[in-house]
């Protein structure tokens, strides 16, 4: 498809191009038949490229072999029809006239035609071939034209090597596209996951959270937010090490992620210790559900290091609103945080649910 957007001002110059070239020399006067017929059948191939293009989609989208062989078959007949003319303007002297124009118009006409196809280049250097050939095989037939068909030779040669080194920048810059845009995913991806646990950090969640926000705000729909904190970490750090500590978070967020299985629910490392899960359209019986689930999980996890078991158990404040205009999100954080803060306070491995008397 790029093909066919460059190809396009080459519709409109193959079909005003001989008549810039007769009319001013007066060679339509001179030689009106070969003038009318051959303008007017670049004319009419021009025409017929421009519905080609106009129609491109849907041929496209039909059959791409369809599409190409219609575009190349119409290129085709106006280099040939070109060949042609120019192969007469240097050896048929009734168009003498236009030699001169007509050899500079060729040598425009296949360089940029080969630049605009350097795309599919070898469909270029036969659109070249087209052009040249004719005129080039004459010029070695023919006495006295020697020099002049080696020079064109000379060439098209020279250009199409220009093609080829086109076609191959023309490559070389959609693989650095392909290659910037997978780095643009990977950093996406790094900017957005905590390192330690490989789950989504505090800042993807703030920004996922203030969407999801905005949405129940929207559609007065509820949102919870479950904060889990794993109980005792310090004396698991001071007990097995921060190495058994650290690999402890790992199985937690691995876990967590786990229980946390809608696709429209996130769950985060939320700082050190402390993990968030947000559960989108969610009432306080769902939250609570969800926090038993993610309890059972954990419980269900083995956490072993160097073959000892480490009882890891957490607490979960939870919250849950419908969120109203003027309330900012992060109240629903403070009160899921007051609620662990109950959690903890009653003895820890248990969930609460904020509730306004608290
Ligand atoms: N191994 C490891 N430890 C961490 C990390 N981030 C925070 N910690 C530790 O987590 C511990 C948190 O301790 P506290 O805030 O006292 O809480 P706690 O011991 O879990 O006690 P409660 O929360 O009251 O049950 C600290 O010792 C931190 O050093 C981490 O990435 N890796």
């Known amino acids: 498809m790029d093909l066919l957007r460059r190809s396009l001002a080459g519709i409109f110059v193959y079909a005003f191009l001989l008549p810039v070239i007769f009319w001013p020399i007066g060679f339509h006067e001179i030689q009106p038949h070969l003038t009318y017929l051959?303008?007017?059948?670049?004319?009419?191939?021009?025409?017929?490229?421009?519905?080609?293009?106009?129609?491109?989609?849907?041929?496209?989208?039909?059959?791409?072999?369809?599409?190409?062989?219609?575009?190349?078959?119409?290129?085709?007949?106006?280099?040939?029809?070109l060949g042609t003319v120019f192969t007469l303007a240097i050896f048929d002297e009734r168009f003498f006239p236009i030699i001169h124009v007509s050899m500079l118009a060729l040598a425009g006409i296949a360089s940029s035609a080969l630049l605009a196809l350097s795309p599919r280049i070898r469909f270029g250097i036969l659109n070249l071939t087209i052009l040249m050939l004719p005129a080039m095989i004459t010029g070695f037939l023919s006495e006295g034209y020697l020099p002049l068909a080696v020079m064109m030779l000379v060439f098209t040669v020279y250009i199409s090597g220009i093609g080829i080194r086109a076609n191959k920048e023309y490559k070389r810059s959609f693989d650095i596209e392909i290659e910037l845009e997978a780095q643009r995913k990977e950093l996406?991806?790094?900017?957005?996951?905590?390192?330690?646990?490989?789950?989504?950090?505090?800042?993807?969640?703030?920004?996922?959270?203030?969407?999801?926000?905005?949405?129940?705000?929207?559609?007065?729909?509820?949102?919870?937010?479950?904060?889990?904190?794993?109980?005792?970490?310090?004396?698991?750090?001071?007990?097995?090490g921060h190495l058994a500590g650290d690999a402890c978070l790992v199985n937690l967020a691995y876990a967590i992620n786990k229980a946390v299985n809608r696709a429209i629910d996130v769950a985060a490392r939320?700082?050190?210790?402390?993990?968030?899960?947000?559960?989108?359209?969610?009432?306080?019986?769902?939250?609570?559900?969800?926090?038993q689930k993610i309890e059972q999980v954990i419980k269900d996890h083995k956490f072993v290091h160097e073959g000892r078991g480490i009882p890891v158990t957490v607490s979960i404040g939870i919250a849950t609103t419908m969120p109203k205009p003027k309330q900012k999100s992060s109240t629903l954080i403070d009160q899921a945080d007051q609620a662990l803060y109950q959690a903890k306070a009653q003895g820890r491995n248990r969930s609460i649910v904020f509730t306004e008397d608290e």
């Open 38 to 81: 051959f303008a007017g059948a670049m004319f009419f191939f021009s025409v017929l490229r421009l519905i080609h293009y106009v129609n491109s989609k849907r041929l496209y989208a039909l059959s791409p072999r369809a599409w190409f062989i219609t575009f190349a078959a119409l290129s085709l007949s106006q280099a040939a029809i």
């Open 188 to 240: 996406e991806t790094l900017n957005q996951t905590d390192a330690l646990t490989s789950i989504y950090n505090r800042g993807y969640f703030n920004q996922h959270f203030e969407d999801q926000w905005q949405y129940a705000m929207r559609h007065e729909l509820e949102i919870a937010i479950l904060l889990i904190d794993v109980d005792h970490f310090k004396s698991i750090n001071d007990t097995y």
């Open 270 to 291: 939320y700082g050190g210790e402390e993990f968030v899960v947000l559960l989108s359209g969610c009432n306080t019986e769902q939250a609570r559900s969800m926090a």
